[in-house]
């Protein structure tokens, strides 16, 4: 049986259907090309431009402020290319080092590289006064050390029982981003302290060996201002709570030096005269506040001290860090002439 024909009139339809459908198809493209085949650049770009990832930011954010940056052609191009990889859960706050009109692949390889992130880092190690660890702060971060001087004590987040930030600037290695400020940088240290204080169960440590919180941290300075080696600072702790019992003065030359402002091994009898409250020669008691920062092996021994029924203890040799422990004064007093021996100070 023969086609029919079509008339002029199914001509004239099917044409403006087929003619619908184009323009529909074109539209929809149009819509999708910024998804299917967004603006990209092509190779690593040029120049150097260095762009801040907020904390929280998702792919989309990043992306917008790469774009708005000159760093990729469009922020699309670069969420195509993290969910592509599948990466975009890697992706970390804080400020990178890029350059202008990179491929939005190349510009993700730099976001993920840790070379490109711009970042100091300044490490506070065990023992420091908070003087000689502003310095260090300085130094390595680029702050000034007046505006680390000049940041008030209520400003970081210190726990209800510290006197002061003495004590409390935990030991280790932070990160600091070009735009922190002083108080932010004391504040983590304060915090890291706060987070190592819950892992030890301070506040209640302290009171089965009967002393406060803050008290357990003055010992805990001690130990880490007295002590050589980690296996000294249980045995330190121990003295002092040995001595404290006994109500002998603890007669610690750390406490000295530190009213005094110094640092030695060579303690002479004048100083052991200072009018301090540090001075636990002509103080009875603990001092009242810590005299160095200590760290995790310190604050341990603080709320776990060592067995024993020492009185004295000696650094005898403190180039090999060797501290011998005595309950007899006759052997402290045998400690003290090989340390003098040792320093040349006889």
Excluded: C
């Excluded at 459908?21 to 260095?50: F, I, M, Q, R």
């Excluded at 880092?121 to 502003?134: I, L, Y």
């Excluded at 002061?164 to 304060?190: C, H, R, S, W």
């Excluded at 640092?263 to 009875?284: C, F, H, I, M």
């Amino acid at each position: 049986m023969p086609l029919p024909v079509p008339t002029r009139r199914g001509v004239a339809l099917t044409a403006g259907i087929a003619a619908s459908a184009l323009a529909l198809g074109a539209g929809a493209y149009a819509v999708l090309k910024p998804y299917l085949d967004p603006d990209d650049y092509e190779g690593a770009g040029s120049g150097a431009v260095t762009v801040r990832i907020r904390p929280g930011a998702t792919a989309g954010d990043i992306g917008e402020t790469l774009a708005g940056s000159g760093v990729v052609a469009s922020a699309r191009s670069f969420v195509n290319a993290a969910e592509t990889r599948a990466v975009a859960h890697r992706l970390r706050p804080g400020h990178y080092r890029l350059r202008t009109g990179m491929a939005a692949a190349a510009a993700l390889d730099l976001l993920l590289a840790p070379a490109s992130r711009v970042v100091r880092r300044v490490t506070v190690t065990e023992g420091m006064r908070v003087g000689e660890a502003f310095r260090r702060i300085a130094a390595q971060s680029g702050l000034p050390l007046r505006e680390l001087r000049a940041v008030e004590p209520e400003l970081v987040g210190l726990p209800p029982y510290a006197r002061g930030i003495e004590g409390f600037l935990y030991p280790a290695t932070y990160e600091v981003e070009p735009d922190a400020k002083a108080v932010d940088v004391l504040a983590a240290m304060v915090e890291r302290y706060g987070a190592v204080a819950r892992q030890l169960d301070l506040e209640a440590r302290a009171a089965r060996v009967h002393l406060t919180p803050l008290e357990a941290v003055i010992v805990a300075s001690i130990a880490q201002a007295e002590g050589g080696r980690d296996a000294d600072y249980p045995k330190i702790a121990r003295v002092i709570y040995n001595r404290l019992r006994r109500g002998m003065p603890l007669q610690m030359d750390a406490t000295v030096t530190y009213a005094l402002g110094r640092r030695t091994l060579r303690v002479a009898g004048r100083d052991l005269r200072v009018r301090s409250p540090y001075n636990t020669y002509a103080r009875a008691g603990l001092p009242p506040a810590p005299i160095s920062n200590p760290g995790r092996k310190a604050l341990r021994a603080a709320l776990r001290p060592a067995k024993g029924d020492w009185y004295w203890f000696v650094t005898t040799d403190p180039a090999h860090r060797i501290t011998k422990f005595t309950d007899k004064e006759s052997e402290f007093v045998r400690y003290r002439e090989e340390l003098h021996q040792n320093l040349g100070t006889n």
